[in-house]
């Protein structure tokens, strides 16, 4: 058995002091740079996560404040996955990804760190992206910093709104 082994991210686990739902003040922020936010659909917006379990990892979740899938009309939900795709499309693209982690963890029993407010996990990975540095040391090295990845990633975020 293989596991996800992601001690950096103990700094989210204790510094949730934040109120209310981090995802519905970053929808209403009027900076999408310092909110991480990528692009903003009509029903969905791409945000880079603050807490990564790799670099660019990225998260997509509805404007609506909802806990589960089925709670998501049908527009929405096509929308999330065209956002998935052409997520990973960039990241192909212009940061040379090997392959992806796509999928929501919903609810505590399936581990979401938020479970109030469905997301969706977009987590590009490289061919020996997981060395001996998390699992010997207890650290992730991150190759970019989130600003940086962000200035990166923009432009073509940007882009595939103009084809939308």
């Not at 109120?19 to 903003?40: A, E, M, P």
């Not at 659909?41 to 997509?60: D, E, R």
């Not at 527009?75 to 990973?88: Q, R, V």
């Amino acid at each position: 058995m293989r596991q996800l082994w992601a001690p950096w991210r103990i700094s989210y686990i204790r510094n949730k002091d934040e109120k209310g739902c981090v995802f519905c003040s970053k929808q209403k922020s009027n900076n999408d740079k310092n909110s991480l936010i990528l692009s903003r659909g009509n029903h969905s917006f791409v945000l880079m996560n603050l807490y990564p379990y790799n670099n660019a990892h990225l998260l997509i979740t509805p404007y609506n404040h909802v806990d589960t899938t089925d709670q998501l009309d049908i527009d929405t939900l096509n929308e999330i996955i065209w956002f998935a795709n052409e997520s990973m499309i960039i990241m192909k693209k212009n940061l040379n990804t090997d392959g992806y982690n796509f999928g929501a963890n919903i609810g505590a029993a399936g581990g979401a760190g938020i479970e109030d407010h469905i997301h969706f996990h977009v987590v590009p990975r490289w061919n020996g992206d997981t060395n001996f540095m998390p699992v010997i040391g207890e650290t992730k090295v991150q190759v970019q910093g989130l600003q940086d990845t962000y200035s990166e990633l923009k432009i073509h975020f940007d882009k595939i709104m103009d084809k939308n």
